[in-house]
Nanobody, 119 residues
Framework: QVQLVESGGGLVQAGGSLRLSCTASGRTSSIGTMGWFRQAPGKEREFVAS????????TYANEVQGRSVISRDRAKNILYKQIDNLGPEDTAVYYC????????????WGQGTQVTVSS
């Protein structure tokens, strides 16, 4: 099992930046990919970004492409996500996720951290 704990959410003014962190524990050697999803009020959960744990190859959703960077510190088992130029549409609960190599689904989810962007 892998446990994920997010931090770094909060209230941010539009145009500002935020860095989210996610600390992984447990069987971290089984992690193949980690990433972030988000769920805005009244909307379905959506993919934001992911990173291959070994190669650091990253994938981004169109909505954050160009203003977001996902990175990881393998030694500390921490995942990061920097988001710049935040807008009200970025208001959501952000979830850290992980999956094992070759898995299609993200089997491990954090509890989520709230990000609220004020206009």
């Amino acid at each position: 099992q892998v446990q994920l704990v997010e931090s770094g959410g909060g209230l941010v003014q539009a145009g500002g930046s935020l860095r989210l962190s996610c600390t992984a524990s447990g069987r971290t050697s089984s992690i193949g990919t980690m990433g972030w999803f988000r769920q805005a009020p009244g909307k379905e959960r959506e993919f934001v970004a992911s990173i291959a744990w070994l190669s650091s190859a990253a994938t981004y959703a169109n909505e954050v492409q160009g203003r977001s960077v996902i990175s990881r510190d393998r030694a500390k088992n921490i995942l990061y996500k920097q988001i710049d130029n935040l807008g009200p549409e970025d208001t959501a609960v952000y979830y850290c996720v992980a999956r094992t190599p070759g898995a299609e689904r993200y089997d491990y989810w954090g509890q989520g951290t709230q990000v609220t962007v004020s206009s």
